[in-house]
């Protein structure tokens, strides 16, 4: 198995509901290259009111814990990004250069885009459409668990339409968020939408990553190129990182 590209983590300690502690966030990214993750893209909750980090707050975060994980020899490469809250007030983080994005890709940033868990609030297209003319590709985070997309996954359409990318979670693979989420996850990824498969690993109780065995499940229900395809090519070009074809291959 090469190694994994996970773009959606919570890694970076104390800043929101992931790590709480360094020696948690030590702990989780230990965890993450056992599980084998090479590359993770570090993803705390841009979320305004509760979580209220920002692309400055997080990079400052970043550097100190990237310099611990050097330290303490983690093989373990990251970057950082933001899971950023649906909100009107995405466009003014925009216009301040506070928005965490995931990368570039086709001429587009991408950014890690979080709808709440219930609906799909009304105006949410609008905002991906300005989002789009502003030359931000939204990656929508876990669509298969919000409520709406579980009672009816075909809702999600139309933000595959307006350009947006879907991020799957490990977790909606392997049963963890019961049958009704397991049941969008197998629509999303038989639809061909998916991009990305993720962790969104926060502790390594009930959120853990799960990756090593979601990719055994694509393996066994697809095949090795999807498996590939949406747990390191994909994830690699929603953030622009190179990855290394060679070793792809070994
Ligand atoms: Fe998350």
């Known amino acids: 198995m090469p190694g994994m590209i996970d773009i959606h983590c919570h890694l970076l300690p104390g800043i929101d509901d992931g790590a709480q502690t360094l020696e948690e966030a030590l702990a989780l990214a230990q965890a993450a290259v056992a599980d084998g993750i090479s590359h993770a893209v570090l993803t705390p909750h841009v979320f305004l009111g509760r979580f209220n980090n920002l692309r400055s707050s997080i990079e400052a975060e970043f550097q100190r814990f990237a310099a611990f994980l050097k330290v303490k020899n983690v093989p373990l490469q990251l970057s950082f990004a933001g899971e950023v809250r649906l909100d009107a007030e995405i466009i003014s983080l925009v216009q301040r250069n506070e928005i965490p994005f995931l990368g570039e890709c086709g001429g587009y940033r991408t950014m890690l885009l979080e709808l709440p868990d219930a609906q799909i609030p009304l105006g949410s297209i609008t905002l991906v459409r300005h989002l789009m003319a502003l030359g931000i590709r939204p990656v929508i985070a876990h669509p298969e668990?919000?409520?709406?997309?579980?009672?009816?996954?075909?809702?999600?359409?139309?933000?595959?339409?307006?350009?947006?990318?879907?991020?799957?979670?490990?977790?909606?693979?392997?049963?963890?968020?019961?049958?009704?989420?397991?049941?969008?996850?197998?629509?999303?990824?038989?639809?061909?939408?998916?991009?990305?498969?993720?962790?969104d690993a926060h502790n390594l109780e009930g959120r853990r990553h799960r990756m090593r065995e979601a990719w055994i499940v694509l393996e066994r229900r697809f095949d090795s190129e999807m498996a590939l395809d949406l747990?390191?090519?994909?994830?690699?070009?929603?953030?622009?990182?190179?990855?290394d074809v060679e070793s792809v291959h070994e």
């Open 231 to 243: 747990m390191r090519t994909g994830p690699a070009a929603l953030c622009g990182i190179p990855v």
């Open 145 to 199: 668990r919000n409520k709406a997309v579980m009672e009816k996954p075909e809702r999600i359409g139309q933000f595959v339409d307006a350009g947006c990318f879907l991020q799957i979670t490990a977790g909606s693979l392997l049963g963890q968020f019961g049958p009704r989420v397991g049941a969008a996850t197998d629509f999303l990824l038989n639809e061909g939408w998916v991009t990305a498969v993720a962790s």
